[in-house]
């Protein structure tokens, strides 16, 4: 499923916001929570390519990554 994700994200850009609910302010958890926990999975594939799917959402949606989720990631890094 994350490589499917990636290719989708490299065909078209803007499809980041598919990823990015409408309702994520309105509840506690961020858009970035389900992506950043699987950073902590003991198997180097998985981490490796949520990395590069959190990388080009970060960089492409309109939604900023602040706060504890940013220093979360980058902090793995």
Known sequence: ILIMIDDMLLEDKSRVELF?????????????????????RPDGFIMIMTSRIIAKMACWSVELMEGADLNYYLTWL
Do not use: G, N
């Not at 609910?21 to 926990?37: R, V, Y």
């Open 20 to 40: 990015m609910p409408k309702h994520s302010k309105k509840i506690c958890d961020s858009s970035w929570s389900p992506f950043l926990q699987l950073l902590i």
